[in-house]
């Protein structure tokens, strides 16, 4: 049971525009810390997506957008290709634990 | 570019200690304005947060697993460590290694990861 709620599994066609929900609790998300996204392709590494809830790293098309509002955060990804096919992550630290905490993780599949 | 890259048994006896470590290269361990982390994914399953070390020795861990983990740092050979004790079935997954700032809590880059399972 992970602290961040992800749905398991979204899915688009070619070019749509899809969205990734990431649900948390007043310890975290809600008080104000930081989302972090991470997209993880089939036998890879997680990499960082998106950091500070809604900032791109250098190389991150911008077809991937973030945002965050309240106790939750969504990831879009606009003009789906078949290579956004992962799994997504968001991840953010919660004061209870004192430590990070990471959703159960969202399988992209582009129709 | 700073890479980490993840060693050790890839198949550990129930009851027995896990012990991982992870090499950094491409810059210094020593640097005060980091955390190095371990993260781990079962197989099939998500993401889960070990624990952190900054190159002074400071350590936080999951309190879930504290009472089985521990994380050192040898700043010598530019490594940190990762040892679990008690390992049963549930500790079988993918183990990485990652950086993390102090000021900010994501992890970027990350290692390859390395697969470890737990069986007699």
């Known amino acids: 049971q992970s602290v961040l709620t992800q749905p398991p599994s979204v899915s688009g066609a070619p070019g749509q525009r899809v969205t990734i929900s990431c649900t948390g609790t007043n310890s975290n998300i809600g008080a104000g810390y930081d989302v972090h996204w991470y997209q993880q392709l089939p036998g890879a590494a997680p990499k960082l997506l998106i950091y500070?809830?809604?900032n791109r790293p250098s190389g991150v098309p911008d077809r991937f957008s973030a945002s965050k509002s309240g106790t939750s955060a969504s990831l879009a990804i606009t003009g789906l290709r078949a290579e956004d096919e992962a799994h997504y992550y968001c991840?953010?630290?919660?004061?209870?634990?004192?430590?990070?905490?990471f959703g159960g993780g969202t399988k992209l599949t582009v129709l | 570019q700073l890479q980490l890259q993840e060693s050790g048994p890839g198949l550990v006896k129930p009851s027995e200690t896990l012990s991982l470590t992870c090499t950094v290269s491409g810059g210094s361990i020593s640097s005060s304005g980091y955390y190095w982390g371990w993260i781990r994914q079962p197989p099939g399953g998500g993401l889960e947060w070990i624990g952190l070390?900054?190159?002074?020795?400071?350590?936080y861990y999951n309190p879930s697993l504290k009472s089985r983990v521990t994380i050192s740092v040898d700043t010598s050979k530019n490594q940190f460590s990762l040892n679990l004790n008690s390992v049963t079935a549930a500790d079988t997954a993918v183990y990485y290694c990652?950086?993390?700032?102090?000021?900010?809590?994501?992890?970027?880059?990350w290692g390859q990861g390395t697969l470890v399972t737990v069986s007699s």
């Open positions: 070390i900054h190159y002074t020795g400071n350590t």
């Open positions: 990652a950086k993390r700032t102090i000021v900010n809590t994501w992890f970027d880059p």
């Open positions: 991840q953010s630290y919660d004061s209870s634990l004192s430590g990070s905490v």
């Open positions: 500070g809830d809604s």
